[in-house]
Every structure is written in structure tokens, then in C-alpha cells.
């Protein structure tokens, strides 16, 4: 699977839209980006996900490059319960039947008043 | 129904206790797996059953022993652990297809080895 870049740490005031960038310049074609966040001592959570094409649901908007070398997951108006750390995981079905998640470090998003 | 249950939710065991961490699922997913996550880092892969049959052992040491007695049911038995051990443990579940399936989580384990 490719590997992705994230900046560790983001803010954002509450109410604005949080953009938060990832890098995966080694992606495949049959490769997809997800997104995952992780609210202190929770399980992670599944956002959204996407091959080429944008896509948007009630969580957030994921933006794909043409080139699909990068992608930006969009909350369009953040709030406290959005901080947490977000990881972008790009990933291919390798087997039929399960298709395993390999974490990086995420990006700390802080969601401030 | 889109949860995955884990219990218990905490769990402090000596060195030489066995005890065992359990996880189900009633969303007909056919794939589930267990992660360690230990503080301040991203959740590892530990074990994955695809079918009710092991598909990937991530070199877990004996001392973890995963089960899967059913399609919604997924234990992790363990003995003998060391401090270093202790960790959140998740356990997730996907559709079991190829393509495009999101995993869905538990809340986790939050083991600790005294």
C-alpha cells in the first residue's frame, strides 16, 4: 500500500472549515484514500472515501488531485467534537474477502472556540 | 445496527492470569480483525479472519491466541502477557468484499498488565 504525508498538527476555530492535506505521491491506480479520525480513547472512526473522483457525505468532503498524488478532507464548519486525530490510509484490496488498514501518524486536529 | 461491541471495556490482569477479550458483530460482516494501539501511537495490525479462518497473523507472539467461533463473534485469548503488553486492543469488522468497504471499529480494550 502506499505510504502517506500528514502534518502532525492543525488548529482550527470552531465554526470555520477545517482542510486538512494529505500526500500519497505513490499511489496506484486501483489504490483508494480513506479517511479515519480518532477521538481520544475511542475507536477510530471511518469519515469517507474515494478513488478519483470527489466525493461528499455528512461528515465531510474529500477533494482528490487529477493527478492523485494528494487529497484534502474537508469539515465544512468544524466544531469541539471534531478534534481528533485524523488519518488519511490509502489501501487495495490485495485478497478477496478482507483488506487490512495500515495507520500512519495522523494529523492532531484542535478544534478551539 | 452498525456497531462492533467490545467488553470488556478495561481490564487489568497480573502476569500470570488468562483472560480473554471478546468482540461481536450483527452487521452480516464476514472479515474481522484485531489491532493494538499503544498510547500515542497509530493502531497496529495484529490478526485478521476472513470467513471464520485466519488469514494473517501480523507475528503476533503465542501468548495473544485469536478465535473466531462464529461470523459475529471474534475473541482474542491471552496468557502470560508482560507489562509491555498493555495497550487499547480494537477489534473491527468489514464486508469481507474486495473493492471499496470501510471497516467499522469497536471502542476498544483498554488493557493494562501489572
Known amino acids: 500500500d502506499a505510504k502517506t504525508t500528514q502534518p502532525p498538527s492543525m488548529d482550527c476555530a470552531e465554526g470555520r472549515a477545517a482542510n486538512l492535506p494529505c500526500n500519497h505521491s505513490?499511489?496506484?491506480?486501483?489504490?483508494?484514500v480513506y479517511w479515519y479520525r480518532q477521538i481520544h480513547s475511542q475507536g477510530p472512526q471511518y469519515i469517507i472515501h474515494g478513488l478519483k473522483n470527489n466525493e461528499t457525505n455528512e461528515m465531510a468532503s474529500l477533494i482528490i488531485t487529477e493527478d492523485r498524488k494528494s487529497s484534502t478532507l474537508i469539515l465544512p464548519h468544524a466544531t469541539l467534537r471534531d478534534t481528533a486525530v485524523y488519518y488519511c490510509i490509502v489501501r487495495v484490496a490485495k485478497i478477496p474477502g478482507y483488506s487490512t488498514l495500515t495507520f500512519g501518524k495522523g494529523t492532531m486536529l484542535l478544534v478551539s472556540p | 445496527d452498525t456497531e462492533v461491541t467490545q467488553t470488556p471495556k478495561h481490564l487489568v490482569m497480573g502476569m500470570t492470569n488468562k483472560k480473554s477479550l471478546k468482540c461481536e458483530q450483527h452487521m452480516g460482516h464476514r472479515a474481522m480483525y484485531w489491532y493494538k494501539q499503544k498510547a500515542k501511537k497509530p493502531p497496529e495490525l495484529m490478526f485478521v479472519y476472513s470467513y471464520e479462518k485466519l488469514s494473517i497473523n501480523e507475528s503476533v507472539p503465542s501468548r495473544f491466541s485469536p478465535e473466531c467461533p462464529n461470523s459475529s463473534l471474534l475473541n482474542l485469548h491471552l496468557h502470560a502477557l508482560q507489562p509491555e503488553d498493555s495497550a487499547l486492543y480494537l477489534c473491527a469488522s468489514s464486508p469481507g468484499r474486495t473493492g471499496s468497504t470501510e471497516a467499522f471499529f469497536g471502542q476498544g480494550t483498554r488493557l493494562t498488565v501489572v
Open positions: 505513490t499511489i496506484s491506480g486501483n489504490e483508494y
